[in-house]
Structure formats: C-alpha cells, structure tokens
C-alpha cells in the first residue's frame, strides 16, 4: 500500500524542481542534472548538515569551500546580525559603522604590524583592493613603472578576471582570458614535485627562484608579491622550512610589498589566527574572507602596514591621491558584526587550541592511512588543513587520473561524509583529496572521516 503524500513532500519537490529549472550552480556541470536531481541543504548544526531528502552528512570541507569555521547553528551569530541589521543594516563604507569599528580593533589586536582595515564582501574583491592599492602607489611614486605582481604556480587567488590573472591554475584560468597584464609568475615551492624537493636548503633556493623573476623583469617595475600562506585549492603545499624567511629578505631588497591571501588559512584555520603567523614574516597586506565570519554573512578584509596606509594621505587639493575605492557590500554592517561574534566563539571556546590537537591526531591518522594505502603518495598540511595527494606510482609519483579522486569523494559522500578534491585546477594535477573540517571537530568526527576515506579507497583505487 503507498503512504499517502504530506504537504512537506509536495513542497520540498517543488523546492527541488525550482532549483532544478532555475538556480545556476557553482562548480557544476548541468547535464547529469536532465536525469537527477540536485542537492539541496536545508540545515545544519555542529559538523552536520541535511539535505531535503533528510540524509545527514558530516562535513569534512566546512561547507565545502573551507568556510563555516565555527560550525553550523550557531544562534550567537545569527543573533548578532540579525539585531545589527534591525538598527542600521547599511550605508556606505565612505562612512563608519558601530561593529566595523569594533571588528578592526579587535581584528588588528591579532596582527601585529598591521593597522588599518579595508572592508569589502568576497576574496576575490579583497585581493583585488591589495593590487588597486600597488598600482596606485606606482602611479604617485614611480611614474607608474613599478606596478607589476608577481603569484605563485599554484596558487588560487579569486574568480574575476584580474583574479584569475593572478592564479597560477592553469585549468581554472582556460577560456577566460585575455587576462589582464602585469602580472607575472613564480616558480612553487611544493617540495614532493621538485627534483631537489628533499633538500634542506630547498626552502631557500624556491624563495631565489623569485629573486631571479625580479632580476629579470627588473626591480623597479614589480610592486608586489602574492602568496598563500599554505597553497589551498592548488593542493594543500605547506612551504618549506626557510622558504618564507627568504621572500621576506628579498622583498626588503628590492622594495616590493609582501601581500599574503589568508582567505582560506586565515581566523584559526592552522591552529594560529592567521597562516604567516607560521612563519615569522610581517606582510604589508594582509587580505581575509571565508572563515572571517564562518559564512554566516558576506565579509572580507584586505588589512594594511600604517605604512601603506599613509602613503595615500594628501592634501585635499591633491583631488587623486586617496585611494578612490568603493565596494558597495563593504558598507553591510552585518558581516562584522557576524565577525565579532565569531570571534568571541573562536577565543571563548579555545579553538585554536583544539585546532592544534585535532590537526595533530588527524594528520598521524592519515600518515597511518598512507602505510596502508600505496595510492597515498604523500600526507601535508598543518592544523585542520590537510591534503593528501594520490599517485599511481610512489616512485615516479605519476598521479591519478582525477576520476580516482572524484570516485573517492562520491563514496564518502553516498556513505554520510562530504570530503573536498582539487577540481578544475590543473591538466594532469587534480589528484588530491582535501580536508578542511571546522575548527570544533572531535577525534570521533576525525574518526569517522578517516575512515570514510579508507574505505573508498579500499573500494576504488
């Protein structure tokens, strides 16, 4: 006998057929979709989340682009913005805003070095404001010469088109140029993929590698310099022991501004506030999005040395000397307030703390995966972000064809567990499996990821 049709059915099926017939998703290719249907989340609470069909997953990709921080359901933010938005929800930027001032004195209290705050609503716009800030600059002090910016292979820096001319994802940049000019690209530092990757001093000759770049484009022409702290979508690459202390001593050399992407590592994500916190370097930007407020509204920050700040002050008479900047969204007063929130959640709840020890026990539990899985080539990462890269060969480290890795993510997913994979990236170079769970997670969460990943493994590669 059939069971009779709720309303609730009928309603999430036309939810599920609007979406279908009329929401264009990110990332997706369509086609499969003429004889499914798509996912459609409806809740979330903790590490968990539920589609409309009812199935629970466990988010291993904190909402799958390395996000919601602090977990789903968390009512202390929902609350913060919603009473922000019911006594002042916008204006722009060209003025203040209670909770933008209190987020950038709290936000600058952990950057040491840093001072001012920029805000805008996405990555890709807060880097965008980092190389407005350098071309500018070249045109008031250097006739415009030294306006070129240099990014790394393999890095991800944001989806526009200036964006995507920074990114060094060959795949992730096809058929969207002409991109714009002056940008120019370095060597990576990825260590398993060098010839002399397991040399002691390779952190330092992958940081000359950029000094040879400045030489030959010239000095004075490049103003800038973008990095990832750790390389996220390029493949989870952590950098090499001296690798961050050299570009720190070159750009000081030659004179160029050190602009560090904290979009995905940045608000704990490593076990420190910030990724270069790692490494002992003092950028002169820094830019933030993503984990900023945990995705429970749209903000981002490229933050600035006072340095920086001032070479933009001027007389007033001097009618193009300020930065001439806007980003409509950068005047939402409810992205900083969701920062604060989130903030107090991160401090309140000693994530970075938890950051540390959970990174520790998932990373020995994937090393642990690797003895037992020759397809594991190599294990990387640092606190809740962490790659492993899947090669046919250990030896040769030929990698797998991508359908191997996105065999592998379909599994975990078809058995309760949502795993991330470079996707789109790179011709021959998407074979990492990527793991970025929020920074409440406990070893039982860990647990049940690892072994999600071990048994898709064992069933595919």
Known sequence: MNKPVSGVQIENAKIVQDDKAHVWHHLSQHKPLEESDPMVIVEGKGMRVKDINGREYLDAVSGGVWTVNVGYGRESIADAVRDQLAKMCYFANSAGNIPGAQFAERL???????????????????NEKGYKLVRQLA????????????????DYHGTTITALSSTGQLQRKDQYGPFTPGFVEVPHCMAYRAPNGDDPDYGVQAAREIEKVILREGPDTVGSIILEPITA???????????????????????????????????????????????GVKPDIVTMAKGVA?????????ATTEDLFREFL???????HYFRDISTFGGCAGGPAAALANMQIIEEENLLDNVVKMGDYLMDQLLELQQKHPVIGDVRGKGLFVGAELVKDRKTK?????????????????NGVMIGRTNRSFPEHNNTLCLSPALICTKSDLDEIVTAIDNAIADIA
Request: hydrophobic letters at 35%; one cysteine or more.
């Open 108 to 126: 600058i209290d952990k950057m040491p070095g840093l001072s001012r705050v920029y805000y805008s609503n996405s990555g890709s716009e807060a």
């Open 139 to 154: 045109a008031i002090k250097n006739n415009g010469e030294k306006h070129k910016i240099l990014f790394r292979d393999r």
């Open 233 to 279: 979508g390029g493949g989870v690459i952590t950098p090499p022991e001296g690798y961050f202390e050299t570009v720190q001593e070159i750009c000081k050399k030659y004179g160029v501004l050190l602009h560090i992407d904290e979009v995905v590592c940045g608000m704990g994500r490593t076990g420190k506030w910030f990724g270069y916190q790692h490494y």
């Open 294 to 302: 945990s995705g429970y509204a749209a903000i981002s920050v490229t």
């Open 314 to 320: 001027a007389e007033p008479a001097e009618k193009m």
């Open 398 to 414: 030929e990698p797998v064809d991508e359908s191997v890795t996105a065999g592998i993510a379909a599994h975990c997913l078809k």
